[in-house]
């Protein structure tokens, strides 16, 4: 008997392609929390590449013969991230200009997904996690926009190592929740 998908981004057995991802995200995080000082504008950079990455990785899965059932999700999240990551690669000033505004709309992304994932698996026994995930990356998605308007690095520094960590964490569950069950 064939065992129902249940699951708002599907099973593949590249999950733990996206675990990695989720695993640098995080390491880069916590290295920006302990080492601000190497400054904003490679930050930003080290961020775009980054960035690139995870894109490729998300273009990769929803590109693969065995396609998850979210498989749009992960294009249009591909091709945002390699768009925005190619914006901060690109110049140094406009990385440190548009850095704000780039995780705002990265965030508002996930935050809207994590939201349609929860009502979308509403009858899942921990449905509730991805409704606090969206609400939360939401939430630091709206700080993104306001320490952008007021120009604060020492707030944006903040919320990026901040936001990185709790991204990465994230995106480690989601690979979990996407590994096949033997």
Do not use: H
């Not at 990695?20 to 916590?30: K, L, P, R, S």
């Not at 390699?82 to 140094?92: A, D, E, P, T």
């Not at 995930?133 to 020492?154: K, R, W």
């Amino acid at each position: 008997m064939k065992k129902e998908c249940i699951n708002f981004w599907g099973y593949t057995r590249w999950w733990w392609v996206i675990l990695i991802v989720g695993i640098m995200m995080t390491i880069a995080g916590f290295a920006y929390w302990v080492y601000p000082i190497i400054g904003y504008e490679v930050v930003s950079m080290l961020f775009g590449w980054m960035m690139i990455i995870a894109g490729v990785v998300y273009l990769t899965a929803s590109f693969s013969i065995n396609r998850p059932k979210g498989w749009g999700w992960w294009l249009v999240g591909g091709i945002l991230n390699i768009f925005l990551g190619f914006m901060l690669v690109r110049s140094v000033l406009l990385s440190a200009m548009v850095l704000p505004f780039v995780f705002a709309i990265l965030f508002f992304y996930w935050g809207m997904n994590a939201l349609i994932g929860a009502i979308m698996t509403w009858k899942r026994r921990y449905w509730w996690i991805n409704l606090i995930n969206g609400i939360l990356l939401l939430i630091i998605s709206y700080f993104f926009v306001e320490s952008g308007f007021f120009q604060d690095v020492m707030m944006i520094s903040l919320l990026t190592s901040v936001a990185f960590i709790y991204w990465g964490f994230s995106i480690m569950i989601i690979a979990n929740d996407m590994r096949p069950e033997k």
